[in-house]
Nanobody
Framework: QAQPVESGGGSVQAGGSLRLSCDAS????????MAWLRQVPGNEREFVAY???????NYADSVQGRFTISRDNSKNTIYLQMNDLKPEDTAVYYC????????????????WGQGTQVTVSS
């Protein structure tokens, strides 16, 4: 496939959990750093978390301790477990493959999916 496919979004109440999945079969994701980013209409796409091919991770301060990124290289799948969700987590969440540059910048990524909507109500 030409782009990753995200799934698992939905609507939850504050304090709830969701698990997002990203099927990245169209790229050799096992050799690539992959990330989750999110976007609210009218705002820039913002970094959430990344994971290297070896499993090293990094998170935005706003999600540290609540979100966990993981990957299963045998399935070319990347996950984002989101716990203790807050209304400010409401956004479209995108899976992306790292290309080059600052890993906290959206422009450092290519191989974007269509996104999955996450809505958290108070």
């Amino acid at each position: 496939q030409a782009q990753p496919v995200e799934s698992g979004g939905g609507s939850v109440q504050a304090g709830g959990s969701l698990r997002l999945s990203c099927d990245a079969s169209g790229r050799t994701s096992s050799t690539k750093t992959m990330a989750w980013l999110r976007q609210v209409p009218g705002n820039e796409r913002e970094f959430v978390a990344y994971i290297t091919w070896s499993g090293a991770t990094n998170y935005a301060d706003s999600v540290q301790g609540r979100f966990t990124i993981s990957r299963d290289n045998s399935k070319n799948t990347i996950y984002l477990q989101m716990n203790d969700l807050k209304p400010e987590d409401t956004a479209v969440y995108y899976c992306a493959g790292y290309r080059s540059g600052n890993a906290y910048w959206a422009r450092s990524y290519d191989y974007w999916g269509q996104g999955t909507q996450v809505t958290v109500s108070s």
